[in-house]
């Protein structure tokens, strides 16, 4: 059975003291290990004023699963990666490539860690600092802690929350990370990043997620830099809140809920407006209340439908009007809930709370209720 090639990827930058020495680790100690997989190191430099790419290139004589690319000058973390990935896709035929450091910060024990999750069938798999076994270096002052755990924290939020992911993944800012190339990586869109440094992360991230990739953390005890430069610039906080920020609001599921939201509130106007006027008029309260939400659902239904899932929206009459029925169905559930929900509140609270109980509702009960029914059953994608 041949054998599939993980192709370790190792960005650098005035690295020349810890170059050489892991790359020999790598080759006689963590690859003779790795039975079942053809191993080989990829190093990007940036043409390393100290003259890192000169100790690979002598050391290209002894190994020949090393290669090397050069930039003609400093491009970045996140652009080194991005050739890199290219290159061992195309002129190395990786099925996994694995991002490493070269200084000893990422332990090289973690390659057949990662490689063996990725055999049980991981498409990605992460090193975490932030799950049982991992853990960050005790050396960090209090800036890089806090960089690390509030940062982390933040970007999950942005990019993830309420979704499953925001719970599965617990160190979006790690730098350790094997991805499956098949359907994954060479899916990827990597011409068109945000950020070219540190932030990179967070957009490889985000696309391995959208993609579907199956995800696996396995503990990471990051070690302190014991030389070189740090890819971590002044500007990073800035460089990585801009981009999670700019692949939330640009992500079409985002757009859509924004659109879903502004429909929702044209909905609640009608539907506080002619609430309003049923009550002054004197009908019942739960008729009342059965009338309002009505009108709003068919709101609701004629924007979402022309707008919000435009690219799934019926124009044949007979399909609107299947579709509505249906949607009057399933809307029967927030029809139910706001009904029920409402009168009770009012009469519990009183008449003169009413307006407050009608947003509350909505907010919620009703929106999460909706947006799960416009998702999965009305407009849902064949």
């Given at each position: 059975m041949?054998?599939?090639?993980a192709?370790v990827?190792?960005p650098?930058?005035?690295e020349?003291k810890?170059?050489?020495k892991?790359?020999?680790y790598l080759f006689?100690?963590?690859?003779?290990?790795?039975k079942?997989?053809s191993?080989?190191?990829?190093?990007?430099?940036?043409?390393?004023?100290?003259?890192?790419?000169k100790?690979v290139?002598?050391?290209?004589k002894?190994y020949?699963?090393?290669?090397?690319?050069?930039?003609?000058?400093?491009?970045?973390?996140?652009?080194a990666?991005?050739v890199?990935?290219?290159?061992?896709?195309?002129?190395l035929?990786?099925?996994?490539v694995?991002e490493?450091d070269?200084?000893?910060?990422?332990p090289?024990e973690?390659v057949?860690?990662?490689l063996?999750?990725?055999?049980?069938g991981?498409d990605?798999?992460?090193?975490?600092?932030?799950?049982?076994g991992g853990?960050d270096?005790?050396?960090?002052?209090?800036?890089?802690?806090?960089f690390?755990?509030?940062?982390?924290?933040?970007?999950?939020?942005?990019?993830?929350?309420p979704?499953k992911?925001?719970f599965?993944?617990?160190?979006p800012t790690?730098?350790?990370?094997?991805?499956?190339?098949?359907?994954?990586?060479?899916?990827?869109?990597?011409?068109n990043l945000?950020?070219?440094?540190f932030a990179?992360?967070?957009?490889?991230?985000?696309?391995?997620v959208?993609?579907?990739?199956?995800?696996?953390?396995?503990?990471l005890?990051?070690q302190?830099?014991?030389a070189?430069?740090s890819k971590?610039?002044?500007?990073?906080?800035?460089?990585?809140?801009?981009?999670?920020?700019?692949l939330r609001?640009?992500?079409?599921?985002t757009?859509?809920?924004?659109?879903f939201?502004?429909?929702?509130?044209?909905?609640?106007?009608?539907?506080?407006?002619?609430l309003?006027y049923?009550?002054?008029?004197?009908?019942?309260?739960?008729?009342?209340?059965?009338?309002?939400?009505e009108?709003?659902?068919i709101?609701?239904?004629?924007?979402?439908?022309?707008w919000?899932?435009?690219?799934e929206?019926?124009?044949?009459?007979?399909?609107?009007?299947?579709?509505?029925l249906?949607?009057n169905?399933?809307?029967a559930g927030?029809?139910g809930?706001q009904?029920?929900?409402?009168t009770?509140?009012t009469?519990?609270?009183?008449?003169?709370?009413?307006?407050?109980?009608?947003?509350?509702?909505i907010?919620?009960?009703?929106?999460p209720?909706?947006?799960l029914?416009?998702?999965?059953?009305i407009?849902?994608?064949?």
């Amino acid at each position: 059975m041949q054998k599939q090639t993980a192709v370790v990827i190792i960005p650098t930058y005035n690295e020349a003291k810890t170059i050489g020495k892991m790359i020999d680790y790598l080759f006689t100690k963590t690859f003779p290990t790795i039975k079942n997989w053809s191993c080989q190191i990829l190093v990007v430099d940036d043409t390393s004023p100290d003259g890192t790419y000169k100790i690979v290139q002598k050391l290209q004589k002894k190994y020949k699963n090393l290669h090397l690319y050069l930039n003609p000058k400093k491009m970045g973390i996140g652009y080194a990666y991005v050739v890199g990935f290219k290159e061992a896709i195309k002129k190395l035929g990786a099925d996994v490539v694995i991002e490493f450091d070269g200084d000893f910060q990422h332990p090289p024990e973690m390659v057949p860690a990662m490689l063996k999750e990725i055999d049980k069938g991981a498409d990605y798999v992460l090193g975490s600092r932030k799950i049982k076994g991992g853990m960050d270096p005790k050396g960090w002052g209090f800036k890089r802690l806090f960089f690390s755990e509030v940062g982390g924290l933040t970007a999950r939020f942005i990019l993830f929350f309420p979704f499953k992911s925001f719970f599965q993944i617990t160190d979006p800012t790690t730098g350790l990370k094997a991805s499956r190339v098949k359907n994954f990586v060479d899916r990827m869109d990597m011409d068109n990043l945000y950020s070219k440094g540190f932030a990179y992360k967070m957009e490889f991230l985000y696309q391995m997620v959208k993609l579907g990739a199956k995800i696996k953390e396995v503990p990471l005890k990051f070690q302190l830099r014991s030389a070189g430069e740090s890819k971590i610039s002044s500007e990073t906080a800035k460089n990585v809140l801009k981009t999670v920020i700019l692949l939330r609001w640009r992500d079409k599921t985002t757009q859509k809920f924004l659109k879903f939201g502004t429909v929702g509130f044209v909905g609640y106007l009608v539907n506080a407006s002619t609430l309003w006027y049923f009550a002054k008029i004197g009908f019942p309260e739960w008729s009342s209340w059965l009338l309002s939400t009505e009108l709003a659902v068919i709101s609701n239904f004629t924007w979402n439908n022309l707008w919000t899932f435009k690219e799934e929206k019926f124009t044949r009459v007979i399909d609107v009007l299947k579709k509505f029925l249906q949607f009057n169905l399933t809307s029967a559930g927030a029809l139910g809930i706001q009904t029920i929900v409402g009168t009770i509140l009012t009469m519990l609270l009183g008449s003169h709370y009413r307006q407050l109980i009608l947003p509350l509702v909505i907010v919620f009960l009703v929106l999460p209720y909706n947006w799960l029914m416009y998702n999965k059953v009305i407009w849902k994608k064949k």
